[in-house]
């Protein structure tokens, strides 16, 4: 069954640099959420779109943007990258009308230097 | 805000033993999600929750929803060594779906 993807899977970056995440949800899924996970941590919530919409906004900072395209990719913006920046970062996608169960992509390990 | 406390921590076993792990909340939540997670890995969706007290199998691994709606345990019957990993809980915080999690359930398998 076809999954959730992420590009790139690794990023290395310097400070005040920008990256570029991009999400590919599961075909007929109409939710992505973006996640941020630190070293030991659990995920924490950054930004979710429901067709193409924003649906909901977690501790995201004003340097981050996200939006949704017509093909249902995302693409999560970030710059002016600091040091604590370095995570990973997840996305997922879930059906609204299958219950929206979330099924996560593999993720982009982002270094910042 | 809201908070999933999960226990244990972490868990060393030798292998084929049976294990626990629970989370817990002072909220009330619709949905409880269990996912696995290796290193650098994403998470990945173990079981799926979706009735106070639904009880629910995928292979060795067992969940049950609490009556209450604020807890939730997974259990994992006979353990094998690829069991090992970080097991979350997860419940979603509002209508729009977004999660919290547990702080995680480390486990270690000991063949």
């Known amino acids: 069954a076809a999954g959730v993807i992420q590009s790139p899977r690794h990023l290395i970056k310097e400070k005040r640099e920008t990256a570029t995440l991009k999400c590919y949800p599961i075909?007929?899924?109409?939710?992505v959420y973006w996640y941020q996970q630190g070293p030991g941590q659990d995920p924490q919530f950054l930004i979710s779109f429901y067709e193409k919409m924003q649906s909901d906004k977690g501790s995201i900072p004003d340097r981050f943007s996200a939006q949704q395209f017509s093909d249902y990719h995302s693409e999560l913006n970030m710059s002016s990258l600091e040091l604590g920046d370095s995570a990973l970062y997840f996305c997922?996608?879930?059906?609204?009308?299958?219950?929206?169960?979330?099924?996560f992509g593999p993720g982009t390990r982002l270094l910042v230097l | 805000g809201q908070q999933l406390n999960q226990s244990p921590q972490s868990m060393f076993i030798q292998e084929g033993e049976d294990v626990s792990m629970n989370c817990t909340s002072s909220s009330i939540f619709n949905t409880w999600l269990w996912y696995k997670q290796d290193p650098g890995e994403g998470p990945v969706l173990l079981i799926a929750?979706?009735?106070?007290?639904e009880l629910t199998s995928n292979g060795r691994l067992t969940a049950q929803f609490g009556i209450t709606r604020k807890d939730s345990f997974l259990n994992i019957s006979a353990s094998i060594p690829s069991d090992v990993g970080i097991y979350f809980c997860?419940?979603?915080?509002?209508?729009?779906?977004?999660?919290?999690f547990g702080q995680g359930t480390t486990l270690q398998v000991k063949p």
């Open positions: 997860a419940g979603p915080t509002s209508n729009t779906g977004k999660l919290i």
């Open positions: 929750l979706y009735k106070a007290g």
């Open positions: 997922a996608s879930s059906q609204t009308s299958g219950g929206g169960t979330q099924y």
């Open positions: 075909p007929r899924h109409d939710t």
